[in-house]
């Protein structure tokens, strides 16, 4: 079994666009049986509203993983309580783009609710955005939520100085997308033994059969690689 834990739907602009008929193509044509969908960065109402659609779509497609899409900075309470209590799998959030600390105590309620829900939490990550998402902020929020499974998107953010720090939480999980190559998840899970990868794309912004080859060439044994493409991710979704 093969899930894409991160996989974009909509449209941003004439190049960062993808529909769903897109993705299911790429799925079909890379063997992929399931995969993480949630929209593109937009203001709060339009990504709910968007969430939504894609919830809906989920109901009649059983290969979409519905993940809500927010702004921290607007949502309330109430309306994400009734958000979550609506099936979407997991929560996706991105630090940089709606302008938010990640780890910041006044965004701590939101994890909270995920934590209880038993939800995972998908962050965006770079090294590049220090004020807002480099990847110990994720790390923090993984150490102080320890009931919460936590996603580093974009493979340790591009910071491999972290990697022997994020084997101390076994809540942490951080997906493959885009950064680095076939070797050095080769060294992640053999030198270091980090477990927690999951196969992400990124699409559209990558391919996912390159993601998949990423993982399929990196001369890992089966279990290992199982883990990666769908065993963690199955461990964590409520699927």
């Known amino acids: 079994m ?5 996989c974009h739907v909509g449209k941003l602009s004439e190049e960062e666009k993808l529909s769903f008929e897109e993705l299911k193509k790429s799925m079909d044509r890379f063997n992929i049986d399931k995969s993480v969908v949630f929209v593109f960065s937009n203001d709060h109402e339009t990504m709910v509203k968007e969430s939504i659609e894609i919830l809906d779509k989920s109901k009649t497609e059983d290969w979409i993983i519905p993940f809500l899409r927010i702004d921290p900075n607007f949502v ?49 990550s ?20 320890s009931r919460l499974n936590v996603v580093m998107a974009h493979f340790f953010g591009g910071d491999y100085n972290i990697i022997e720090e994020s084997v101390k ?7 493959t997308s885009v950064n680095s190559g076939s070797l050095r998840r080769y060294i992640v899970v053999k030198k270091y033994g980090f477990k927690n990868l999951i196969l992400a794309s990124d699409i559209p912004y990558d391919s996912q059969g390159v993601s998949i080859m990423k993982i399929t060439e990196a001369g890992l044994n089966k279990d290992d690689e199982d883990k990666i493409l769908s065993g963690n991710a199955l461990k964590i979704l409520n699927i």
């Open 169 to 175: 939480y076994p809540n942490l999980y951080v997906d």
């Open 76 to 124: 309330k309470k109430e309306e994400l309580n009734k958000l979550l209590d609506m099936d979407f799998k997991g929560l996706k959030l991105h630090p940089f783009m709606q302008k938010f600390v990640a780890d910041d105590e006044k965004y701590f309620w939101i994890y909270e609710m995920c934590e209880k829900r038993n939800l995972p939490v998908l962050i965006h």
């Open 2 to 6: 093969i899930i894409d834990f991160h």
């Open 126 to 145: 770079s090294v590049k955005d220090k004020n807002y998402s480099e990847p110990m902020k994720i790390i923090n929020i993984a150490k102080k939520f």
